[in-house]
């Protein structure tokens, strides 16, 4: 029995010692290079058949900046960079509105150099409704209006740069008249924006909140609203819709 524990002992010991004696063999060299996963990083030893890290610990993130920009059909990407290993996460980011700059650059009037603009109207008052259409066509030295109301048509062409400027200033002006970019709140449901505060508008010396707009690729490409306001001791209520097209591609007939 002794004998058989005796053996038992050596063979441990003999074991034990091949062990040390191999670790002893082997010095690990680690890489330069950071080796990482999502949560840590570390350095990995490059010997044969080693599996021992150094410098393990958890990545310290950046605050992290958007590396696409989010859209009304697409979400951004925000990036985050590890300031130890440099290895990078991503997370997604919602749109949630038009930049005050990529909104005021949405009407800049260089934006509205050739395109169309058509506008739909319903006006009612004292039991009467007439109804209202406007269609003007810009390029850059030419334009058209075609108006028609209550059955009646008129038309008229602009060939001269300097008449096509100024009605565009114009037309453009009360496009702005509508738009003040601290008045609207972006709603991701229905992809619009609607009006949050009463906006003023001159030509009829009322106002309204009622005006939803949608934009697309950040241009606008439709304008809703209502107002109510009083003529000739008259009141009157008005629904619009304006519908803004074909941006960069309008071309003006020799007649209309």
Not at 58 to 74: F, L
Not at 79 to 94: D, G, H, I, M
Not at 143 to 168: H, Y
């Amino acid at each position: 029995m002794k004998k058989v524990l005796s053996i038992c002992l050596a063979l441990a010991i003999l074991l034990s010692l091949s062990v040390t004696l191999t670790s002893c063999l082997h010095r690990c060299k680690f890489s330069e290079d950071w080796s990482g996963d999502d949560t840590a990083h570390w350095h990995a030893c490059i010997s044969e058949g080693c599996s021992e890290v150094a410098d393990k610990a958890d990545h310290t993130w950046d605050e992290g900046k958007i590396t696409t920009e989010a859209t009304q059909e697409a979400d951004g990407v925000k990036t985050f960079t590890c300031s130890v290993c440099s290895l990078t996460k991503t997370e997604a980011v919602s749109f949630n509105g038009l930049s005050k700059e990529a909104w005021e650059a949405a009407f800049d009037i260089s934006v509205f150099e050739n395109f169309s603009y058509n506008e739909v109207g319903t006006t009612t008052g004292k039991g009467v409704s007439a109804k209202s259409e406007a269609l003007y066509k810009f390029t850059k030295d030419s334009a058209t209006i075609k108006m028609t109301i209550a059955d009646e048509t008129q038309s008229r062409k602009f060939t001269d740069k300097e008449s096509t400027d100024k009605l565009r200033k114009q037309l453009v002006d009360s496009i702005k008249e509508l738009v003040p970019y601290e008045s609207y709140e972006y709603d991701a449901e229905t992809k619009t924006y609607k009006a949050v505060k009463a906006i003023e508008i001159a030509a009829i010396n009322s106002s309204t909140s009622d005006i939803t707009l949608k934009f697309d690729g950040g241009k606008l490409v439709e304008i809703k609203y209502s107002v109510e306001f009083t003529q000739s001791n008259i009141d009157f209520t008005a629904e619009y819709t304006v519908t803004i097209s074909d941006y960069g591609t309008v071309t003006i007939a020799t007649s209309i």
